[in-house]
């Protein structure tokens, strides 16, 4: 179920990130972290240390909060999701 959940989580934010402007501060970012994100998933192995990975997205949800609140409430729960799982 939470690997389900992160999946469609991570479509989300895609879609989101898409609707953005390519320069939108962080954006570049964002998608090489979602990509992070699913690498690990599709590898169903531990790449890199969890921290860096949950810190990258804490700092992206901060960043996108105020200008893209949707992109920051799906990054939030992606993190949750990835405890949960613990990765």
Do not use: K, W
Not at 56 to 77: I, T, W
């Amino acid at each position: 179920m939470d690997r389900e959940r992160l999946h469609q989580d991570l479509s989300a934010l895609r879609t989101e990130l898409d609707r953005l402007p390519a320069d939108a501060p962080g954006r570049e970012r964002l998608l090489a972290l979602v990509q992070r994100i699913e690498a690990q998933l599709d590898e169903d192995v531990e790449s890199e240390p969890r921290d860096s990975l949950v810190h990258g997205l804490d700092e992206a949800a901060a960043e996108f909060q105020l200008e893209h609140p949707r992109a920051a409430s799906l990054l939030q729960r992606i993190v949750h999701t990835l405890s949960s799982m613990g990765i």
